[in-house]
């Protein structure tokens, strides 16, 4: 069966076209694409490794102690860290992701 013209995009390629135009977290991702945000964490990994071959990038707001202000710039995967290493509070953001050109 041949696809149309005017068939639905992959997820990826939807959430490729949500970072471009704004930066989200993995809950605003998943609400959005209506997967789960693991499904969602999972796409953006392969979404980076898939951006290294073009002139895009996907950038990362790193998440932030609400309670310290610690910034957790080094750290590499998507989700929500669960403590601050610092003061050991829980109130944590979001980590927001988006897509920009080089």
Do not use: Y
């Not at 990038?57 to 998440?63: C, D, G, S, T």
């Amino acid at each position: 069966m041949m696809p149309e013209e005017n068939e639905a995009r992959t997820v990826r390629q939807d959430m490729i076209a949500l970072l471009q135009t704004e930066a989200c977290s993995l809950r605003d991702i998943s609400q959005a694409l209506h997967i789960s945000e693991k499904e969602a964490g999972d796409h953006l990994a392969h979404i980076r490794r898939s951006l290294s071959t073009t002139r895009q990038v996907l950038r990362i707001h790193p998440a932030t102690c609400r309670a310290c202000d610690f910034v957790f710039r080094e750290r590499q995967r998507f989700s929500r860290p669960g403590r601050c290493p610092r003061c050991r509070a829980t109130r944590i953001s979001l980590p927001r992701f988006f897509i920009r050109s080089g």
